[in-house]
């Protein structure tokens, strides 16, 4: 049945099924020609995987994105960042990456941060003289640090399949955000010397003082969430809705420049989202389901641990076993199937349940810019003139920066641990 289980969604997956699809039909035969369970319990199974608290804050936080993107919050904040370092060798391509880590922090959206700093940057950076391919490349894979970057729906997720602390995970991520980001701009430095690549006017301090200004309404929404959190304020899940009401707030009365109708489109969108993100995880809790009841988990811990018991072999096998994954599925939906398979395996070894969701995070990160099904490349292909294949070339390079950023995060516990256990 297993076996059937996996070549079933596999076919499904590259015949251009939907993911929802190809995990929810695959699981749905392989009850019904293996078992005499009664189907009755795939709507079962797919209403519970997604009857969670925590998993309340993913429309908030899709929302939340959306508006900041229609309404004026994200250019402020990138016109801030450009009048810090946009002076600098590389600037313009440093301006992305932090753009994307700020972005990234307030709407916890990959694909939203594509589209809000990709679309303003890419034609500047083609006419700086960065190249279609190295500006399109950088920017479909810096936006995948607004995942690992708190609040990240991956770490929503995670938490609500795992029981572990959504509020531990939202601190561990801010280090290995960072390390992911700080990759990215030391090549983009690197790139630009290379090229040897012309350096913008250096802002004034008022001018920086004014963009600043500007922004820091923006600058505010992680300091709210964050803070209302580990103060005791808000759950991570009310954590959601106040940023949601907060970039309403901001983009409506402050910038003035969503009115109501606009505002009711972004809600429209975000409830579109949020349905895609839903059926997905509904669906994978069906396929999670399947494989626990076979015994999946314990089959493969004692596969892996009958190979070796050493934590980092254990580590290794995880995220090659996620890279592929997320090769086809998206981060979320991975969490769902994998999470419950490999938590087992990591406590018996010694790795901190906390690390491993950032390294499950961080893998889902990457999985948004790596073909064949990357998300991050077919909206980048939305905001430029290329073919999707020149895209995929053009995002090998980063994919082997973030690989380096994955293995500093996997191998050296405490980038992400540190954080939370102070604050303990």
């Known amino acids: 049945m297993t076996t059937f289980l996996f070549i079933s969604t596999l076919v ?3 015949g251009s099924i939907e993911v929802y699809v190809a995990l929810a039909l695959s699981s749905t035969l392989a009850i019904a020609l293996f078992t005499p369970i009664p189907l009755e319990i795939i709507a079962q199974r797919m209403f519970a995987g997604i009857d969670k608290f925590s998993l309340m804050a993913v429309p908030f936080f899709i929302l939340a994105a959306n508006v900041m993107k229609g309404g004026g919050i994200s250019y402020r904040i990138l016109n801030f960042i450009q009048a810090t ?8 391509a440093m301006t992305v990456v932090l753009s994307c880590m700020f972005f990234g922090a307030v709407s ?16 500047a950076m083609v006419e700086a003289g960065y190249g279609k391919g190295f500006s399109i490349g950088l920017i479909a894979s810096s936006s995948a640090v607004a995942v690992i970057i708190p609040p990240s729906i991956g770490m929503i997720v995670y938490g609500s399949v795992t029981g572990v602390s959504v509020g531990d995970l939202f601190m561990a991520g801010f280090i290995p955000g960072v390390v992911y980001g700080l990759i990215f701009i030391l090549y983009s430095y690197y790139y630009a010397v290379k090229n040897d690549l012309p350096v913008g006017e250096k802002s004034s301090g008022r001018e920086i ?15 709210v969430i964050i803070g209302g959190i580990y103060s005791g304020y808000f759950t991570p899940t009310e954590a959601a809705a106040v940023a949601a009401v907060y970039a309403i707030i901001v983009a409506v009365f402050v910038y003035k420049e969503l009115n109501f109708k606009e505002l009711v489109n972004e809600v429209i969108i975000s409830v579109e989202g949020t349905a895609q993100i839903m059926i997905l995880l509904a669906a994978a809790s069906v396929f999670s389901w399947v494989l626990t009841r076979q015994q999946v988990p314990q089959a493969l811990a004692e596969s892996l641990l009958g190979i070796s018991n050493s934590k980092y072999f254990i580590l290794i096998m995880f995220n090659i076993i996620l890279l592929i994954v997320g090769m086809f599925i998206d981060g979320a939906s991975s969490s769902t199937i994998l999470a419950p398979l490999f938590l087992p395996i990591a406590t018996s070894v010694g790795i901190d349940p906390v690390h491993l969701g950032i390294i499950m995070v961080v893998n889902g ?22 073919d999707i294949s020149i895209i995929i070339k053009d995002t090998l390079p980063f994919i082997g920066l973030s690989l380096i950023a994955m293995a500093l995060i996997t191998f050296i516990p405490q980038i992400s641990l540190w954080l939370p256990s102070l604050l303990k």
């Open 365 to 386: 990160a990457i999985g948004m810019f790596t073909p064949p099904f990357g998300l991050n490349l077919f909206v980048a292909k939305g905001i430029t003139d290329l």
């Open 12 to 14: 499904l997956l590259f």
């Open 85 to 92: 370092v946009g002076h600098k060798r590389g600037g313009l």
């Open 209 to 223: 003082w004014e963009t600043f200004k500007e922004s820091a309404w923006a600058l505010g929404i992680p300091v």
């Open 108 to 123: 916890g959206s990959s694909p939203a941060t594509v589209v809000a700093i990709g679309g303003l940057m890419y034609p």
